[in-house]
């Protein structure tokens, strides 16, 4: 995403990335500290993050959703729509996970928290052709269940896939398949439909894999 707002502002027509991200801020606080960058990124107009999709922690989903929106909220970017998203797998968060002064306090029925694949859906439409940035770092159900729901809708408006995920070749047909990383495994069926859909109908698609960066002792 940067890499096309660098390339647009040497051309002397600096275009602002319009950004939809899928996340699943909670359990860990990579995605928290991923919305946090975007949120600081959007302030200073280096891009416009349009929505924030949550995803993930079964019956947890509703709460992550609230936890989002408190981050946003608390940074100025009230104008940012939240998605409450795929429920995915239950699981049992940990005490401090939601511990963001406010979350409690924003409203279950907050008109700000929405439907997420209804959200998916408008961003999709009012985007220009090839205009919109989908980055996933968490499971890949909301967006397999946007393509299925309108696949040339999504060919016609996203320019570019970016996934927190991996791909290996299969030893048999040679294509391009799912690994196993952590976001691929919450649906390997999704992942499998996303990773098929952008190289069948040439999406731009970047992925990051857990072996981007040296094993890290934690």
């Given amino acids: 995403i940067m890499r096309e707002w660098w390339k647009s502002w040497r051309l002397g027509a600096r275009r602002v990335p319009r950004v939809v991200m899928v996340s699943d801020p909670g359990p860990d606080p990579d995605d928290v500290k991923a919305l946090l960058i975007s949120s600081v990124l959007h302030r200073a107009g280096s891009l416009q993050l349009v929505a924030v999709i949550v995803n993930g922690g079964g019956s947890q989903v509703s709460m992550r959703a609230k936890l989002a929106r408190r981050i946003l909220d608390s940074l100025g970017l009230h104008d940012v729509q939240v ?8 699981y049992a968060p940990q005490p401090h996970e939601y ?7 924003v409203a279950a029925d907050d008109g700000r928290i929405e439907d997420g694949q209804d959200l998916f859906q408008r961003c999709l439409l009012e985007a ?4 919109l940035f989908v980055v996933c770092i968490s499971s ?15 060919v016609a408006k996203v320019q570019e896939v970016a996934i927190m995920g991996g791909l290996q070749r299969d030893d048999v047909t040679g294509s391009w398949v799912p690994d196993t990383a952590v976001n691929n495994n919450f649906d390997m069926a999704a992942a499998e439909e996303c990773y098929r859909f952008c190289f069948e109908r040439d999406v731009p698609m970047a992925v990051v894999s857990r072996l981007a960066v040296p094993m890290l002792p934690m």
Avoid: H, M, N
């Avoid at 220009?128 to 205009?131: V, Y």
């Fill in 128 to 131: 220009d052709r090839r205009s």
């Fill in 83 to 90: 998605g409450r998203g795929s429920a995915g797998k239950e």
């Fill in 99 to 105: 511990q963001l002064p406010g979350t409690d306090s």
């Fill in 140 to 154: 890949l159900r909301d967006f397999a269940d946007q393509i299925r729901a309108d696949p040339e809708l999504v």
